[in-house]
């Protein structure tokens, strides 16, 4: 630790959890697209050692949502009273006293995303029964209506087309058929949705599925939109054939989930990381195989829409 104005911020965001907690040490983590993120070591009053998760969403995220941070500490309390496998939130501070804005401290989960899983059978289903999981809380008994309906974002990234789409990336034929499509023919009734449910999201320890996080993206609606987005997240990181074994391990899970319009969700999942794919960095091999693997998965999803 050092005396620099920011160690003592991260002092006294331990402090406000509990005054007798002394911290240790901070260290940044990188990796975050939309969020400042730092692991704080802990000491407690018995001597004790704990690991502390700082998170900080970033301009972009607060924009969308000035109240995210509020927003997705409530989330995580009511995930942990349902038993979902989240980060207990420590603490929530929108005074912005110590940092220039709201801030969250959470549970440190000891975990890692999985790029190559030993065993990629048990890997899809344990990765499908944790969405069915979040897709079966009961908003009746879990307080759910702070967050924003995925219809809504929807019509907002449908509406602002670019003035140049993407043609390497088939942007206009997607939003075109998306466009006539709109709105979207719902018959699967309202669930929590993760929002950016995709393997980076999910951490494992020993083969094991410990901790789904990163719920700043979190809305009320179709199941088909979290389905979709990880149906292509999959297919980029494994291939066609894990999509299809995840997406039957989740049908068979999810027997009441209607899959009729996947193919409009799936093309809704292709348009959506357009507009920043191209500031995630890429190797050159990887960005034309995902480029390859993205064709495939519009235009199966156009033969199924007769488009």
Request: hydrophobic fraction near 40%; glycine fraction near 6%.
């Amino acid at each position: 630790m050092t005396d620099s104005k920011e160690d003592k911020a991260f002092a006294g965001a331990v402090r406000k959890i509990d005054p007798r907690i002394r911290l240790l040490s901070v260290r940044e983590l990188s990796g975050g697209v939309s969020a400042r993120t730092a692991l704080l070591e802990t000491e407690g009053p018995d001597d004790r050692r704990r690991k502390m998760l700082f998170r900080q969403h970033g301009e972009a995220d607060l924009r969308r949502n000035p109240r995210i941070a509020a927003d997705e500490y409530r989330l995580l309390g009511l995930l942990r009273s349902a038993g979902l496998p989240v980060p207990e939130p420590y603490a929530l501070d929108t005074t912005c006293d110590l940092f220039s804005t709201p801030y969250l401290v959470m549970e440190f989960i000891e975990g890692e995303t999985v790029d190559d899983p030993a065993d990629q059978s048990a890997y899809l289903h344990q990765t499908a029964f944790q969405l069915s999981r979040i897709h079966q809380v009961d908003a009746s008994r879990h307080d759910l209506s702070f967050l924003p309906r995925q219809d809504a974002l929807v019509r907002k990234i449908l509406e602002k087309r670019p003035v140049s789409p993407k043609g390497e990336w088939s942007e206009g034929r997607i939003r075109s058929a998306l466009e006539r499509a709109w709105p979207f023919p719902q018959v699967n009734p309202d669930v929590l949705l993760h929002g950016d449910f995709w393997p980076g999201n999910l951490l494992w320890r020993e083969g094991r599925l410990v901790a789904v996080i990163d719920w700043e993206d979190a809305a009320l609606g179709d199941p088909l939109a979290d389905v979709a987005n990880a149906r292509l997240e999959i297919l980029w990181a494994f291939g066609e054939e894990a999509m299809q074994r995840f997406t039957e391990e989740y049908r068979s899970m999810m027997p009441d989930v209607d899959l009729t319009h996947l193919p409009l969700w799936d093309l809704y999942a292709a348009l959506r990381p357009l507009s920043s794919i191209s500031g995630w960095g890429l190797e050159p091999d990887r960005e034309n195989l995902m480029r390859k693997r993205h064709r495939l998965f519009v235009s199966h999803a156009l033969e199924k829409l007769e488009l």
